[in-house]
């Protein structure tokens, strides 16, 4: 259970930061007439794109691979202190 707690804790909390700090650079993107691809391999993170006189913006499922990376991350640190701190 206390992996399970940990695995989700981390998932939230990096998917919650991951979308903050690219939506932020979609927005300075934008306010910049620029294009952005953004992504892990070929799974999009996020894209803006300027087609005629809009500009828009796309964000893909690279956001949840994110933060299922985050997740395991946070548990392999949760596993590691647990172990660490029985001696």
Excluded: C
């Excluded at 940990?6 to 294009?35: E, N």
């Amino acid at each position: 259970m206390r992996a399970l707690k940990a695995f989700l804790l981390g998932t939230v909390a990096i998917g919650v930061v991951a979308y903050a700090v690219v939506a932020g650079l979609v927005v300075v993107v934008q306010a910049d007439g620029r294009t952005l691809d953004l992504g892990i391999g070929p799974v999009l993170i996020a894209s803006v794109a300027v087609e005629g006189t809009a500009k828009v913006a796309t964000f893909g499922p690279g956001l949840i691979l994110v933060a299922l990376l985050g997740g395991v991350v946070n548990l392999v640190a949760a596993e590691l202190i647990r172990d660490r701190s029985r001696g």
